[in-house]
């Protein structure tokens, strides 16, 4: 099992430039998360969808949007970059019940904007 | 809203070390409990986890106990290896507001021979 892909592992961007992160799971989860991880703060949540066809804004959406193509992949776009999204960013995805809500990690995208 | 505190890091310890990581949440409902591990360079990965009050989760040598009275759920082990080495992100998983999973900040461990 690939698990969780995430696309590309590395990128560069100008300020202004947009791009987009692709993820996609093979595990028939339901829920599906973007987050970045930043030096002293951790992992924070910036868009998750629940299910197919749902998308909810998470901790600090500001600056990109999401789309939920289908059950399987889950795309982060970022339409204008900025420095401050220099990150790494990390797609996971879960079951949606309580007792099975493991989330299972993509090897994350270091993202550097100049 | 719910929320995780873990005890700010880098913690660093000689092999054979008991360790200690705190960690305390706050929910509304009852979520499960996650410990995370994460390598240099690579992704999370689940560590441990528990459902419901006074559970008990392992692996590896690493426990972690599901306390609701005091909301905690600290992550122990009690002979730490180089190995270990490691960024720990404490994490809870709740239904309230819409599914999602909340990680705390983490801790980085270094482990000296």
């Known amino acids: 099992n690939a698990g969780v892909t995430q696309t590309p592992k590395f990128q560069v961007l100008k300020t202004g430039q947009s791009m987009t992160l692709q993820c996609a799971q093979d595990m028939n989860h339901n829920s599906m998360y973007w987050y970045r991880q930043d030096p002293g703060m951790g992992l924070r949540l910036i868009y998750y969808?629940?299910?197919?066809?749902?998308?909810d804004k998470g901790e600090v959406p500001n600056g990109y949007n999401v789309s939920r193509l289908n059950k399987r992949e889950f795309s982060l776009r970022l339409e204008s970059a900025a420095p401050s999204q220099t990150s790494v960013y990390f797609c996971a995805s879960s079951y949606l019940s309580t007792d099975q809500a493991e989330a299972f990690f993509g090897q994350g995208t270091r993202l550097t904007v100049v | 809203g719910d929320s995780v505190t873990q005890m700010e890091g880098p913690v660093t310890l000689s092999e054979e070390a008991f360790l200690t990581i705190n960690c305390t949440y706050t929910?509304?409902?009852?979520?499960?409990l996650f410990w995370y591990v994460q390598y240099p360079g690579e992704g999370l990965q689940l560590l441990l986890k528990?459902?419901?009050?006074?559970d008990k989760g392992s692996n590896k040598g690493f426990e972690a106990t599901y306390r609701k009275e005091t909301t905690s759920f600290h992550l122990e082990k009690g002979s730490v290896q180089v190995s270990d080495s490691a960024v720990y992100f404490c994490?809870?998983?709740?239904?309230?507001?819409?599914?999602?999973?909340?990680f705390g900040a983490g801790t980085r461990l270094f482990v000296k021979a």
């Open positions: 929910a509304t409902g009852y979520p499960s």
């Open positions: 969808s629940a299910s197919e066809g749902t998308t």
């Open positions: 528990a459902t419901k009050a006074d």
């Open positions: 994490a809870l998983s709740s239904n309230t507001g819409g599914f999602k999973t909340i």
